[in-house]
C-alpha cells in the first residue's frame, strides 16, 4: 500500500484523452452482465407484445365502436401525447429531444385507457379483461422507449435491483467498518449513510460514501480527499452505482493504484426523484447548504477525511454538472477542482423567467446568487480552482481539436446520440463558461464527445477524468502505460 502522507503535486488541468493505447482510463468499463433494456430482443418484443394485445382490445365489430367511440379513444392519446410533449418542453425536462416513438407509445397508453373504459358496456368478460391488460402493457412500452432514451437502466437486473432496493456493489453497514479496520481489501465498500441536515434542513434520502482500500488500512483512516458525486435532474443518491455502473472503472483505477483512490461521496441533491434543485437554495429546498454545510461536516468528522479545499472534488452529470461549476465557482474555499459532464449555462428550470420564479420564488437577486457567470465576475480572481468540461457534439463539429472518442460503442449505450438528433446545446455552456473562467484565473479544459445524453456518456467522462482528478486532490496517479 502507497504511503498516502507522500502525495504528488496537483498536475496541470489536462487530462489524458481515451485511447486504446491508455488502459488506465479506459480498463474495465463494462457493465453488469444481465439482459438488456437498451438493445437486443427485449425492447422491441415488450413494443410488439404490447401493440398485439392493443389491436385485440380494440377490434370490435359494431358501427358505434368505429364511428364515435375509438376515433375519441384517438383524439385522448394525440392529445395526450401533445400535451406531454408541451410538458417536458415547458419545464426544460430534457437536453436531447426525445424520440418520436416515446410520445407515440404516451398517446397509446392514454388511448388504451379511454378504450377499455369507453368499451367496457356490453363487452364480452375476456374482451374487458384484454383491454386492461393493454393499458399496463402500453404504459410498460412507453417506459422502455423513455429507458433507452436516457439510458437510465441499462439491464432488468439494474432496474430490478433497484425497484426493489437492493444492495449496491460493495455495499456494507457502517457497523461493519470497525472489523475491517487494518485490513488489506481487494476493493473499496460503498457504505449507506444518514447525513445530519441540522445545518441546512434539506430533507434527504439516504446517501453514499465509497472508501477505497487505503482507507482500510493501518490502526486509523489516513485523511483522504474527498470527491462530491451529483447526478442529474430526476435523481437517487445511488444512480452513478446503479445506473453509470462506474464500480468496475473505479475498481481498476485502485487497483493500479495500490488500493489508492478518493473518497467519494453521492449526494443527494433532490430530496425526492422528481425535485430538480438545481443544487440552489430555494422554494424546492436548501440543497446548496446541504451540499455544502452537512455534507463536508459529516465526511471529514466521521471518516477523518482531510478538510482541505485542494483536495476535495466535485463531479457532476447534467444537472450535477451545472451543480459543480456552481459549487466551484461560489465555494473555493471548500473545494478547488470540478468536472461538469454536459451541464448547463446555469441553474435552469425552463426559460429564465421560469427559472427566478420555480428556483427562486421570483427572486432575481438570488438567481444572480447562483448564476456561476455573474458568480465569477463579482468574486475577480481565483487561485488554485481547475476545472473539466466534458461535453456532447454532433458529429458535424469533429474537427474539435479536444474531442474524445465516443462515449461508446458498445450495445450497451443508450440510444441518445444514436437517434440522429444533435444535442441542445451544451457545448456552447461549457466554452462561455471556461472562457469566463479563464478571464479570472480559473484552470480549465472543454473536451467533447460524440455521443448522447445518456448514463454511458457520463459513465465514460466518469472514468477517463478520474486519474486527472485524483491527481487534482493530491493523489498519485499510475502510470498510463
Not at 426559460?351 to 438570488?366: C, H, I, M, P
Not at 448522447?452 to 456518456?457: I, P, R, S, V, Y
Request: contains cysteine; aromatic residues 8%.
Amino acid at each position: 500500500m502507497p504511503d498516502v502522507s507522500v502525495l504528488a503535486a496537483p498536475p496541470s488541468p489536462a487530462p489524458p484523452r481515451i485511447s486504446p493505447a491508455n488502459p488506465v482510463l479506459i480498463q474495465q468499463h463494462a457493465f453488469h452482465p444481465g439482459i438488456s433494456l437498451l438493445h437486443g430482443w427485449l425492447p422491441p418484443t415488450v413494443e410488439l407484445l404490447a401493440a398485439a394485445v392493443l389491436l385485440v382490445a380494440v377490434a370490435r365489430r359494431t358501427r358505434r365502436w368505429w364511428l364515435i367511440r375509438l376515433p375519441a379513444c384517438v383524439a385522448v392519446g394525440v392529445a395526450a401525447a401533445l400535451a406531454a410533449a408541451w410538458y417536458v418542453a415547458d419545464e426544460g425536462l430534457a437536453s436531447d429531444p426525445a424520440p418520436a416513438r416515446l410520445w407515440v407509445w404516451v398517446g397509446v397508453t392514454a388511448a388504451a385507457a379511454a378504450a377499455a373504459l369507453l368499451g367496457w358496456p356490453g363487452a364480452h368478460w375476456w374482451r374487458r379483461g384484454i383491454a386492461v391488460i393493454a393499458i399496463p402493457s402500453a404504459l410498460l412500452s412507453t417506459g422502455v422507449v423513455l429507458n433507452q432514451w436516457v439510458g437510465y437502466y441499462p439491464t432488468v437486473q439494474a432496474a430490478w435491483g433497484a425497484v426493489t432496493a437492493g444492495p449496491l456493489p460493495q455495499q456494507t453497514d457502517l457497523s461493519a467498518l470497525p472489523a475491517l479496520r487494518d485490513t488489506a481489501l481487494t476493493d473499496g465498500k460503498v457504505v449507506p449513510v444518514r447525513i445530519p441536515d441540522t445545518g441546512s434542513g434539506f430533507a434527504h434520502r439516504t446517501e453514499y460514501v465509497y472508501l477505497p482500500p487505503a482507507w482500510f488500512a493501518g490502526p486509523t483512516p489516513p485523511a483522504l480527499p474527498v470527491v462530491m458525486m451529483i447526478g442529474g435532474e430526476f435523481n437517487t443518491p445511488a444512480d452513478w452505482i446503479r445506473s453509470g455502473q462506474i464500480m468496475p472503472a473505479l475498481n481498476g483505477f485502485t487497483k493500479a493504484n495500490g488500493g489508492l483512490a478518493p473518497i467519494l461521496v453521492f449526494v443527494d441533491a433532490g430530496g425526492s426523484f422528481n425535485n430538480d434543485t438545481e443544487c440552489v437554495n430555494g422554494p424546492r429546498g436548501h440543497a446548496a447548504a446541504h451540499l455544502t454545510e452537512d455534507v463536508p461536516a459529516y465526511v471529514e468528522a466521521r471518516f477523518g477525511a482531510s478538510a482541505d479545499p485542494a483536495r476535495w472534488a466535485v463531479v457532476g452529470w447534467s444537472m450535477g454538472g451545472t451543480c459543480a461549476v456552481d459549487l466551484a465557482v461560489m465555494h473555493p474555499d471548500l473545494l478547488h477542482t470540478f468536472v461538469d459532464i454536459a451541464g448547463d449555462l446555469g441553474p435552469s428550470s425552463g426559460t429564465e423567467e421560469q427559472t427566478v420564479s420555480r428556483l427562486f420564488g421570483g427572486d432575481a437577486a438570488a438567481w444572480d446568487a447562483f448564476d456561476p457567470l455573474t458568480v465569477m465576475a463579482r468574486h475577480g480572481p481565483y487561485n488554485g480552482v481547475a476545472g473539466l468540461f466534458d461535453d456532447l457534439v454532433p458529429a458535424e463539429r469533429s474537427d474539435n481539436a479536444n474531442r474524445r472518442s465516443p462515449a461508446s460503442d458498445d450495445d450497451s449505450a443508450g440510444l441518445g446520440g444514436r437517434d440522429e438528433v444533435p444535442d441542445s446545446g451544451e457545448v456552447g455552456a461549457a466554452d462561455r463558461l471556461c472562457d469566463a473562467g479563464r478571464a479570472v484565473g480559473v484552470d480549465c479544459t472543454v473536451y467533447t464527445t460524440e455521443g448522447g445524453h445518456t448514463w454511458q456518456f457520463a459513465a465514460a467522462a466518469f472514468a477517463s477524468s478520474l486519474p486527472w482528478v485524483a491527481g487534482r486532490v493530491g493523489l498519485p496517479v499510475p502510470a498510463t502505460g
